[in-house]
């Protein structure tokens, strides 16, 4: 019996110090301590609560209220399957004062979100905000990462994020109040989110031809509804749905309704990301007052999903798990295409910066989430290193998939490309952006040949041996 309780003495012992751990003090440190040490067991409750930030020292940091003077707010649960499948909880944050933690514009309302389910690093959200910058989206929200200590628990490396509501410096349009009936107040603002969790308050539709997938509408702005507020969100919805699925691909019915060039916006971030979840959950749009203002999509929110498929040569509303809503259709109409490829071009301008963004981000973190490890070590990012690579693998491999498709292949770190320029009698005269293109990849050692590059293929081509490329054959960069 003695060897027994020894033995569980010892495992005991072993059990928490695997998961006892202490800030890296690289980050800022935020302190917070409920009343009388109260867990955080609710999405739907505040609890009172006193709150500190340490900056450490750190250059661009500043400190708010201290161990000796806390400031007083509220705080409870967030999220939904990040708050049921993980031991690492998020939390929603309410200040009693507006304040501009760690730089971020003043408010009262931020997230502490954990990131548990980020593998990669916690690249996939800080990607997401990052490319929703790149692609200046009207707002995208903040992010920094800071170490967070509950109750004199450490409990890990968070990221203090602002949350998406309406407000001047965050969703800018006219605060809709609750049971509004005035026809002219109640075509907006509105805050709307489809969302793939059911509440009894939603707006629901049929998608149209959408394989029956009910659609849900979690409205923001407004909260409460009344009965014309619930009908025109009704009646807007359903008829932008029925002018989506319109069979004339030439109609533009569509567009009175979506503003598309912010849709465009938006659609590449979600590819860019290869975020399987875009247009199912947490895909938020806003709208602004009056009767020929449009929906806007955005804010991103949520890449949990990003770079989760096997594959990264297929659309997000391809070979996915979730159904995502409108944007297969979308896709179809030439107006959206051409709007997509210019927008194309504003990323692929801005893109050979986001490889540094990144390196700097792990840079950052790195101390931060080798603690977080010790703390939270059934899951998080043990080898920062190798999430980093395999984040960067997955996102080169699908911006050259979708430059081939989008733009002309031609500007892609790591991969050299090269036009057949001459003449054939098949072919006619080739010119450098209607030739075939070979690309040649230095990581995978392949070469490609393009033939969707060819815009005057009249006859067909084949290769008919194989044979040096000497001679006549010129290539160029």
Known sequence: MMKKIVLLFVYLLCVVAATAANPSGTLPVMYINTTDKAPIVSKED??????????????????????????????????????????????????????PLLGMKKSKHFGLLAAADDNLGFLRNTVGFEVSRMMELEWTPSQQPVEVVLNGDYIGLYFLTELIRVDADRVNVVEQVDGETLPENITGGWL??????????????????????????????????????????????????????????????WENYIDINELAKFYIVQEVTDNGESFHGSCYWHKERGADTKLKFGPVWDFGNSFQRQTTNSYIFENTPFHQH??????????????????????????????????????????????????????GNRDMTGAKNSYLEK???????????????????????????????????????????????????????????????????????????????????
């Not at 509220?74 to 049921?84: C, E, V």
């Not at 149209?208 to 849900?216: F, L, Q």
């Not at 700097?360 to 977080?372: G, H, L, N, Y």
């Not at 050299?416 to 006619?428: C, D, E, I």
Request: hydrophobic residues 35%.
């Open 46 to 99: 505040y609890l009172t609560a006193t709150y500190y930030l340490d900056s450490k020292g750190l250059d661009g940091y500043q400190s708010i209220g201290s161990a000796d003077a806390p400031l007083t707010m509220q705080i409870k649960g967030r999220g939904n399957y990040t708050w049921s499948g993980f031991d690492k909880k998020p939390y929603r944050l309410k200040l009693d004062t507006k304040q």
């Open 192 to 253: 709307v989110e489809i969302d793939n969790y059911d509440d009894d308050f939603q707006i629901k539709i049929n998608e149209n031809k959408g394989n029956g997938e009910v659609m849900r509408f979690t409205h923001k702005t407004p909260e409460v509804l009344s009965q014309e507020q619930k009908d025109y969100l009704t009646n807007l919805v359903t008829a932008v749905d029925e002018a989506i699925y319109n069979e004339d691909k030439s109609s533009t019915d």
């Open 326 to 379: 409108w944007i297969g259709e979308i896709v179809k109409y030439p107006a959206f295409q051409t709007a997509l490829k210019e927008q194309w071009k504003l990323f692929m301008q801005k893109y050979p910066s986001l490889d540094a963004f990144i390196e700097e981000f792990i840079s950052k973190v790195t101390p931060a989430a080798a603690t977080d490890y010790e703390r939270w070590n059934a899951y």
């Open 395 to 477: 996102l080169h491999a699908k911006v050259e998939w979708l430059n081939d498709i989008w733009g002309d292949g031609s500007s892609l770190p790591g991969v050299t490309s090269w036009y057949m320029v001459g003449a054939s009698t098949t072919l006619g005269s080739w010119q450098p952006g209607a030739a075939p293109k070979f690309s040649y990849d230095e990581q995978k050692e392949i070469y490609t040949l393009h033939l969707d590059n060819v815009d005057n293929l009249q006859s067909g081509f084949k290769i008919i041996d194989r044979r040096d490329w000497t001679g006549d054959i010129q290539m160029c960069s």
